[in-house]
């Protein structure tokens, strides 16, 4: 059974960087499409970036040019590097794990994902 561990998540001023790791245990991660997702107090969850097993990358709109989604096989993490970080990013960030290549198409939905890991709070001060 694939499990996720976020890290990295913490409070940074407007401007700022923070970078955000998926480990995995279980199982390699480059044999899934990997997602990274947010969700803010009252809000949905919304995919923010993702990867697929041949490190095609995707990114929301208001999130380009920003944000960076990496593997790092020798570690078998996911990195979501993040600069020129603004308020509105303030949210609990996820990743998630889907096996099936085909789901790279709807990659920033987060009904395509089987595993989940907790979370980790990012919070942008103005």
């Known amino acids: 059974q694939l499990q996720l561990v976020e890290s990295g998540g913490g409070l940074v001023q407007t401007g700022g960087s923070l970078r955000l790791s998926c480990t995995a245990s279980?199982?390699?991660?480059?044999?899934?499409?990997i997602g990274w997702f947010r969700q803010a107090p009252g809000k949905e969850r919304e995919g923010v970036s993702c990867i697929s097993q041949r490190d095609i990358t995707v990114h929301k709109d208001s999130v380009k040019g920003r944000f960076t989604i990496s593997r790092d096989k020798v570690k078998n993490t996911v990195n979501l590097q993040m600069n020129n970080l603004q308020p509105e990013d303030t949210a609990v960030y996820y990743c998630?794990?889907?096996?099936?290549?085909?789901?790279?198409?709807?990659?920033?939905?987060?009904?395509?994902?089987?595993?989940w890991g907790q979370g980790t709070q990012v919070t942008v001060s103005s």
């Open positions: 998630a794990a889907v096996g099936l290549p085909s789901a790279f198409w709807r990659c920033l939905s987060a009904s395509n994902y089987d595993f």
């Open positions: 279980g199982n390699t991660l480059d044999t899934y499409v």
